[in-house]
């Protein structure tokens, strides 16, 4: 009797386990991992941090630090709310809210100041110096203290009965960024 009652425990459990591991395979529990990487800066996020740093070809050494910094902070305040899961078939998609600094604002004021002073911007060759505006740009980066909301729709294919993420849009990684236009 001691074994059938611990064959039928062992089954519950194991169809118990097998049910857990089911509700963590939803799209929304997939958007909950992805956001959830760039709060805790896992390394698949620094990676894709670093490659974000290294397109900026007018940015030192220093300043590329100084900007990956700055990123590393914005995605740890990164907030969300999950809104609403849909599923159609293989297909879904996950209405997201998110709360990012907003670095919109700062880059068009560098870039008005750009213009409007493209001679203070000058070294002494009257060449544009990339290493004063880019310091200036980041410094207004690193000041910025407004926050913005955007609802983003992330999508997701199952796949071998596995819910993946789809690749994010440029208007997604932007918000993200908090660099959108709007």
């Not at 740093?53 to 100084?66: A, G, I, L, P």
């Not at 599923?87 to 809210?97: R, W």
């Not at 980066?141 to 913005?148: E, G, S």
Request: with cysteine; net charge negative; charged share 30%.
């Amino acid at each position: 009797m001691k074994k059938i009652i611990g064959l039928l425990s062992l089954v519950l459990i194991l169809a118990g386990c097998s049910t857990i591991n089911e509700m963590g395979n939803t799209p929304t529990k997939r958007v909950e991992e992805y956001l959830n990487n760039y709060q805790t800066l896992n390394s698949d996020v620094l990676s894709s941090l670093d490659e974000i740093v290294e397109r900026e070809t007018t940015f030192s050494n220093e300043q590329k630090d100084t900007y990956r910094e700055l990123l590393k902070k914005h995605y740890q305040n990164l907030t969300y709310n999950i809104k609403e899961e849909t599923i159609n078939g293989d297909k879904a998609t996950v209405e997201v809210e998110i709360e990012v600094n907003d670095y919109t604002g700062a880059l068009k004021s560098a870039e008005a100041y750009r213009t409007d002073n493209e001679d203070l911007l000058t070294n002494e060759k009257g060449v544009f110096d990339d290493i004063a505006f880019n310091d200036y740009k980041l410094n207004l980066l690193k000041n910025a203290t407004d926050k913005v909301k955007y609802t983003i729709y992330l999508s997701a294919t199952k796949v071998n009965d596995e819910w993946q993420l789809d690749a994010l849009t440029n208007s997604e990684e932007e918000k993200l960024l908090g660099i959108y236009e709007y």
